[in-house]
T-cell receptor, first 118, second 115 residues
Framework: DVKVTQSSRYLVKRTGEKVFLECVQD?????MFWYRQDPGLGLRLIYF?????MKEKGDIPEGYSVSREKKERFSLILESASTNQTSMYLC??????WGTGGAGNEQFFGPGTRLTVL | AQSVAQPEDQVNVAEGNPLTVKCTYS??????LFWYVQYPNRGLQFLLK??????LVKGSYGFEAEFNKSQTSFHLKKPSALVSDSALYFC?????????????FGTGTQLKVEL
């Protein structure tokens, strides 16, 4: 089974702190994603990566950055946390090798990190 | 740009009755369509997907969904609901070409199955 793990289930930080959320997948997937989930808004894509050191902005990248130094690890960084970044953060991965069909492959999700910024 | 609408925030069903969770989509060209389920304090779990072929797709836990191109819908169904089906359900869409593997999700429908 594909396993996607996230470094923390619950996290409490102060306004202005730099926050790192870590995600690791064990299935050699090319694609990795970061979403935030808010009630009534569903899941919104923050950033995604289709290869090591590659990244692309999603729908709501403002206030966030990402890092992918190794294929299995994708980090989300809040440079200066603010209260409006209090949310559930979900990481996902999918199999999507270059030059092949793969847009129909499902994404596999981690358990989520519930971040509270005070 | 693609979008997904889940018109019902909550659906209530009695155990043993059939259930339907509605989803409509908008995308350029042909779509890939997905359903995911989220149990409390958990990540999303994949239920089923439509890529091509038969319009009726069968998935995990007895769920199925019907792709209707003319109505741009992909409703999730189950013939007989269980209390354990109570969860948050998300529909998602990706374009067949040009979208990579990015998904656009709906806002979710809370399913409550009561005895």
């Amino acid at each position: 089974d594909v396993k996607v793990t996230q470094s923390s289930r619950y996290l409490v930080k102060r306004t202005g702190e730099k926050v790192f959320l870590e995600c690791v997948q064990d299935m050699d997937h090319e694609n990795m994603f970061w979403y935030r989930q808010d009630p009534g808004l569903g899941l919104r894509l923050i950033y995604f990566s289709y290869d090591v050191k590659m990244k692309e902005k999603g729908d709501i990248p403002e206030g966030y950055s990402v890092s992918r130094e190794k294929k299995e690890r994708f980090s989300l960084i809040l440079e200066s946390a603010s209260t409006n970044q209090t949310s559930m953060y979900l990481c996902a991965s999918s199999f999507f090798p270059w030059g092949t069909g793969g847009a129909g492959n499902e994404q596999f999700f981690g358990p989520g990190t519930r971040l509270t910024v005070l | 740009a693609q979008s997904v609408a889940q018109p019902e925030d909550q659906v209530n069903v009695a155990e043993g009755n059939p259930l339907t969770v509605k989803c409509t989509y908008s995308v350029s060209g042909n779509p890939y369509l997905f359903w995911y389920v989220q149990y409390p304090n958990r990540g999303l779990q994949f239920l089923l997907k439509y890529i091509t072929g038969d319009n009726l797709v069968k998935g995990s836990y007895g769920f199925e969904a019907e792709f209707n191109k003319s109505q741009t819908s992909f409703h999730l169904k189950k013939p007989s609901a269980l209390v354990s089906d109570s969860a948050l359900y998300f529909c998602a869409v990706s374009p067949l070409t040009g979208g990579g593997n990015k998904l656009t999700f709906g806002t979710g429908t809370q399913l409550k199955v009561e005895l």
